[in-house]
């Protein structure tokens, strides 16, 4: 059991910094290939939201790669799909608790926000080790993927259809959410 636990945690550890070094193409697909379906996972824009985007899918992607390394590995866990859920949910509520105070005070600084991430997926990964190590609860984990799609329904809406908030606002063209040319230049 102790082998197994050592195992998980390493696999943790990796996921950190798959998670983490994932974000960076994600970041750049909807430049690289515009079109509608990339609009639901990758971000449009500068905006904190569109950047929202990177958070979760870098999790939910990461989670196919780690679902693999997880049964190369022979670890037996719990709740994976309520762990793919889970963490990717709390990453972009952690990152937002973390990374608005400080962006309202000194504004945009890359190595500050990358060290949020960071620190974001270290601690959606300390939560997953824990929830794969508890009891099954199947109805959760089945939930879950029904959860995860509810959310990019909701990243499309607000994606097409933002509220003027400062949240959905690209510091950059001072506009929101999703304009034609984005993809009909």
């Avoid at 824009?45 to 939910?60: C, D, G, P, Q, V």
């Avoid at 959860?147 to 259809?161: D, E, G, R, V």
């Amino acid at each position: 059991m102790i082998k197994i636990e050592k195992k998980l945690i390493k696999t943790r550890i990796i996921a950190v910094f798959g998670i983490f070094f994932l974000s960076f193409p994600s970041h750049f697909i909807y430049n690289l290939f515009p079109n509608i379906l990339f609009s639901f996972f990758f971000p449009i824009n500068e905006s904190i939201f569109e950047h929202l985007k990177i958070l979760f899918t870098s999790t939910i992607i990461y989670g196919l790669f780690d679902y693999l390394l997880l049964k190369k590995e022979q670890i037996k866990v719990n709740n994976f799909s309520f762990n793919l859920f889970l963490s990717s949910t709390l990453s972009i509520l952690i990152f937002l608790l973390l990374y608005l105070p400080i962006y309202y005070i000194i504004g945009e600084f890359l190595p500050v926000t990358l060290l949020l991430m960071l620190l974001t997926y270290s601690l959606c990964q300390l939560i997953a080790y824990y929830i794969l190590n508890t009891k099954k609860i199947p109805y959760l984990n089945t939930l879950s993927i029904l959860f995860i799609i509810l959310i990019y329904l909701n990243f499309i809406i607000l994606t097409y259809s933002p509220p003027k908030e400062d949240l959905f606002k690209d510091p950059i063209t001072n506009t929101y959410g999703f304009k034609k040319e984005q993809i009909y230049p």
